[in-house]
């Protein structure tokens, strides 16, 4: 049939094997070890992989429940990162640990023992140590300041030594602006997590963002409100004058979550 899509052919280039709960080591054909010049332990990998134990019933499935959570609506599989697919695929981003012949040591990587790789990539770093470290000095200085109305000096000194005190009230800053600054900032932090999803209002006094991506909410609702109790410190430090809430959450039975800063 004219237009029809060529054949593919694909051959993996390695298989992994699990080290530890946190570690997976990547064994490479010997034929591609040269790939690996130039790589280094603390660099952020793409990993890509076949889910190779998925049923091959389940890569006829079109439509699933997101995270098999059957309180949620199903949505198609291309709007999800859902393992079920025409062409079961696995993509993880992986901090590097160490480079030996042609066996990577690779940590956060979420494939099964045993696992055809497909790909390497290099890939981003997570995080941006200054801009982490000044979010995580506005955080620490508004929940430090809270700690304080509850527990007073003297036991917040208790539990928080004064240098580690003064260190993150120093890195906090200058305020920001605005409703729109702060939940861009909030927004930084969630991209270098993979959360993803869209401004709903953007205006001085008030930011409305929904999240429909968050790979992390396989911890909630703890996860998510851990979070979002950060993420208030961040806001007070930031400017006092805002307020972090969130306002809905999907493990509640929302399609999406949703989180404000108001003044």
């Known amino acids: 049939m004219k237009g029809a899509a060529q054949p593919v052919t694909m051959e993996p280039i390695g298989v992994v094997r699990r080290v530890s709960e946190a570690e997976s080591a990547i064994e490479l054909d010997p034929r591609h070890a040269e790939g690996l010049a130039g790589l280094a332990a603390g660099d952020h990998l793409e990993v890509l992989y076949w889910m190779h134990e998925l049923d091959p019933a389940e890569r006829r499935r079109m439509r699933v429940h997101p995270r098999g959570d059957r309180r949620r609506p199903k949505k198609g599989v291309f709007a999800l990162r859902s393992p079920m697919r025409p062409n079961p695929i696995g993509a993880t981003v992986a901090e590097l640990v160490g480079v030996a012949g042609a066996r990577l040591t690779v940590r956060g990587l979420d ?15 997570r995080s941006d140590a200054g801009r982490l470290i000044d979010l995580w000095g506005r955080m620490h200085s ?8 509850r527990l007073g000096e003297e036991g917040v000194a208790e539990a928080l030594r004064g240098p580690v005190r003064a260190a993150g009230r120093e890195a906090a800053g200058e305020p920001l602006a605005d409703a729109p600054a702060i939940g861009r900032a ?28 968050c790979p992390w909410s396989w911890f909630a609702p703890l996860g998510c409100e851990v979070f979002a109790w950060w993420m208030e410190g961040f806001v007070a430090g930031s400017n006092p004058a805002y307020v972090y809430s969130l306002e809905k959450l999907i493990p509640r039975g929302d399609d999406v979550c949703v989180w404000s800063v108001r003044r």
């Not at 494939?111 to 770093?125: E, I, Q, Y």
């Open 111 to 125: 494939a099964l023992d045993g696992s055809p790789v497909l790909d390497v990539k290099s890939a981003p770093a």
């Open 142 to 149: 508004a929940i430090v300041g809270a700690l304080t109305s």
């Open 186 to 213: 909030i927004m930084a932090v969630e991209r270098l997590w993979g959360i993803a999803g869209r401004v709903v209002h953007d205006e001085p006094d008030r930011f409305v963002r929904e999240v429909s991506h």
